[in-house]
């Protein structure tokens, strides 16, 4: 299938690494923050998300950390799989009735044998 | 189905053609959202549906763009006289709430204007 992202940001680990995907969102009045996988060919896939009163949260394997004085927010997988390979996106959610997601630019994860 | 389905899985239109895609959202799901998708780059809004009614249109880019979801669950955006820059991916989603709560994307339809 088509690629997604061909001129995304690229972050290449070696497999059993830890990962880190950084984002940095755009409106500070923003309350919900979700990452996404995106993978060739396919729509993007609900990781994790945290709301604007938590500064962390844990997956299976992700983490996901939020630092809201410099609108920064991060993914961390631990262990990573060559399945991880795709593009990571941010998204960020204005709350109440904006259910609209605004999504950043998107990193693409290349996790190498 | 257990998903977001959306078809047809791609389309080739000629430029002056109109086209319509289809979302089939989760089963219960309230809200519903369609994106567009530049190659290259993140999903952006079109428009969000919440049951039957359209509560917000404001990312469809010009008035050829027309969307609706008239018994609550499936919908379809129809683009008329389709010109090159309309080429992009179709991404649907729905959620179960009103807000804030988890949307599931559909594969999306790939559209080609030639």
């Known amino acids: 299938g088509e690629s997604v992202g061909l001129h995304l940001p690229t972050l290449s680990v070696q497999e059993g690494d830890n990962s880190i995907i950084n984002c940095a969102y755009s409106?500070?009045?923003?309350?919900?923050f979700i990452w996404y996988k995106q993978e060739s060919g396919k729509g993007p896939q609900f990781i994790i998300d945290?709301?604007?009163?938590?500064d962390k949260r844990q997956g299976q394997r992700v983490t996901v950390l939020l630092n809201k004085t410099v609108k920064h927010l991060s993914l961390q997988i631990a262990a990573t799989q060559p399945g991880d390979s795709a593009v990571y996106f941010c998204?960020?959610?204005?709350?109440?009735?904006?259910?609209?997601?605004?999504f950043g630019t998107g990193t693409r994860l290349q996790v190498t044998l | 189905g257990a998903g977001v389905s959306q078809s047809p899985r791609y389309k080739v239109a000629k430029r002056g053609q109109d086209v319509a895609l289809r979302c089939d959202p989760i089963s219960g799901h309230v809200s519903l959202f369609w994106y567009q998708q530049a190659l290259g780059q993140g999903p952006e809004f079109l428009t969000y549906?919440?049951?039957?009614?359209?509560?917000?249109k404001s990312g469809l880019p010009s008035d050829r763009f027309f969307a609706e979801r008239p018994e609550g669950s499936v919908s379809t955006l129809k683009i008329q006289r389709t010109q090159q820059e309309d080429s992009a991916v179709y991404l649907c989603a729905s959620s179960l709430g009103q807000t804030n709560t988890e949307a599931f994307f559909g594969q999306g339809t790939r559209l080609t204007v030639v």
């Open positions: 549906f919440q049951n039957e009614a359209q509560l917000d």
């Open positions: 998204a960020e959610n204005l709350g109440g009735t904006a259910s609209k997601l605004t």
């Open positions: 409106n500070s009045a923003s309350d919900y």
């Open positions: 945290i709301r604007s009163n938590m």
